[in-house]
T-cell receptor
């Protein structure tokens, strides 16, 4: 089924471990985005990408790394997870920066 | 700095009791204002985009309106299935800037 998917949907890890969250879209959208959603903060942009091999920082990029070797995939890596990175992570995509963003179902990450 | 403020934070309505949610924004120039609905445990779902003051859009019991400083999401005769968090986001007119989201309004409709 076409759309945007995220994996895993739930993840528990420990402080200091590396974690990669995956995002895949089938619309061939140019733009992809990573957000985190926390109580009291709403959705905050971590990183975004305009195309393969083009990425840019959002509001809260520290502690995260992204890559985009293929248009349809946009993985988010926490190189050394911290408890403050416990959150719900959403991936989104859009045809362009001016167009509507469509969101994936989210990944719930717990860092112990 | 672009800012989006949504009010109230939470709203509890009886079924059939109409009301409005507010989204106030501060941007150098508005390119677009977006409304999303988010159900618990799910990703935001797109509802509307508004581009200029005076514009209105409707979908079932929802109507979104836009002025130069704020947007309203009017909910007419709500039903329990309208219970969700409603998010507002703005895109500024300057360069290729991503969306800035408000913190949302959590709506509960009681039967």
């Amino acid at each position: 089924d076409a759309g945007i998917t995220q994996s895993p949907r739930y993840k528990i890890t420990e402080t200091g471990r590396q974690v990669t969250l995956m995002c895949h879209q089938t619309w061939s959208h140019s733009y992809m985005f990573w957000y985190r959603q926390d109580l009291g903060h709403g959705l905050r942009l971590i990183y975004y990408s305009a195309a393969a091999d083009i990425t840019d920082k959002g509001e809260v990029p520290d502690g995260y790394v992204v890559s985009r070797s293929k248009t349809e995939n946009f993985p988010l890596t926490l190189e050394s997870a911290t408890r403050s990175q416990t959150s719900v992570y959403f991936c989104a995509s859009s045809e362009s920066i001016l167009r509507t963003q469509y969101f994936g179902p989210g990944t719930r990450l717990l860092v112990l | 700095e672009d800012q989006v403020t949504q009010s109230p934070e939470a709203l509890r309505l009886q079924e059939g009791e109409s009301s409005s949610l507010n989204c106030s924004y501060t941007v150098s120039g508005l390119r677009g204002l977006f409304w999303y609905r988010q159900d618990p445990g799910k990703g935001p779902e797109f509802l509307f985009t508004l581009y200029s003051a005076g514009e209105e859009k409707e979908k079932e019991r929802l109507k979104a309106t836009l002025t130069k400083k704020e947007s309203f999401l009017h909910i007419t005769a709500p039903k329990p299935e309208d219970s969700a968090t409603y998010l507002c986001a703005v895109q500024a007119d300057s360069g290729n800037t991503p969306l800035v989201f408000g913190k949302g309004t959590r709506l509960s409709v009681i039967a």
